[in-house]
């Protein structure tokens, strides 16, 4: 089993990456039904970096020919451009499909969740191989403040964060940290733990994803371990547990998590929960833990606005070591609204792209490398489109976005359209002007300002772009 204390830098070229990166490359050079037949079943079965040598497996003889005969050179080109060396690469027949590793050389598939694992997953085990705890923090040293890019949507859940690492244990506790997939909320709970060990070395960190804390928690039970579990849990100094939405349903897991939060509070040790909702809005899990949950400090962290995706872009190419143009990071920005795992998936297919091709990073690059995720992103969000959404959505007749009346209850849904066009679509503030009825563009920037400022502390105005938003992808 790997030990996966570690997840490799984004930077670092490592095999299993070459290997998704070179499969995304063909998927977008060949057809849907040759990448099916001949690339999709092939699979990286072994390599050893000392070496400098990958082995690809074929899942029977013939393909294994035409493989060789067809794509052996492609790959070649792949490999040795990816690892800025000549690789040895073979193919080989591999039946039964399973991707092994040698040389020790392991490396986790996930590249940017880091995973928690921590018991030895034997369920075979015997008296000996008792329930074990690994003493890790499990803690993910690539994960921390200065690699985190702040902006409206994040501000407040880093700044309280940067409070509890500074005071673990006194103000906030527990922090309850939520928001949507790939927002960020495990990376700053990393953050929270990279900072405190930093601090204070021989603090007692651990991180843990509640899926792995469920599987502790049955472990632990079919082992009649809980003495070893409780000790071990009721003796951190912080912790930090992921996604406790995985909670739901799970009632001993919830009554052993009781007890441990009790111990830990009342120890002075700070308890850090993230979840994709808030408290009170969890589903199957017990009042008693949700009102616990609720009683410290609860942050939302919210999806990045325009701005931060550019920078997160923008930071992030650099950190690879291939600088990004602000308006390619704006192009990208544009077509990729949701979340930042979503703007790193881009942003490595680019990078991949690039690598492979030998070209510059430019728009047209970006439009070719990502034409996938452009295609059903951008099922044409345009200005009319969202001037009918949004006129639809506060009840007011679509003519009236390019009216001149000026009531407020036809002025304010304009400018919240202008505002949503200038974020959604790749056209000017003039051309939105002149798509608003030919107003000036200084009146669309007036309305994109004024909405975003209100946005950023009006929750219930950001949730409603966020419906009109929905209407508009679905
Ligand atoms: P969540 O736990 O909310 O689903 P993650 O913390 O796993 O999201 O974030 C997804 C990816 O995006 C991670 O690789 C993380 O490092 C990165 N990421 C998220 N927010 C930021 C940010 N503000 N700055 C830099 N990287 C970020
Ligand atoms: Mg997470």
Redesign the pocket.
Known sequence: MSNLQTPPALNSPNPLRFWDDAIGVLASELSPQQFKTWIQPLSLVSYDISEQSLIVGAPNRFKLDWIKKTFSDRFQEMADRYFGHPVVLSFILNVDGAATQTQGASVPREK??PQAISISPDSTSTEEQAFEIEDHSKLNPN?TFE????GKA?QLARAASIQVAHNPGTSYNPMFLY?G????????IHAIGNHLLKEKPNARIRYIHAEQYVSDVVRAYQQKAFDRFKRYYHSLDLLLI?DIQFFSGKSRTQEEFFYAFEALLSNKAQVII?SDTYPKEMAGIDDRLISRFDSGLTVA?EP?ELEMRVA?LMKKALSEGIPMSEDVAFFVAKHLRSN??EL?GALRKILAFVRFHGREVTIDVARIALKDLLSIQNRQISVENIQKAVADFYSIKVADMYSKKRPANIARPRQIAMFMAKELTQKSLPEIGELFGGRDHTTVLHAVRKIGDERSHDGQLNHEIHVIEQTLKS
């Open positions: 940017f969740e994960l690699t985190f890019v702040t994040n928001g997939v790939g927002l960020g909320k495990t990376h700053l992921d993230t962290i990045p997160i930042v795992r790193e």
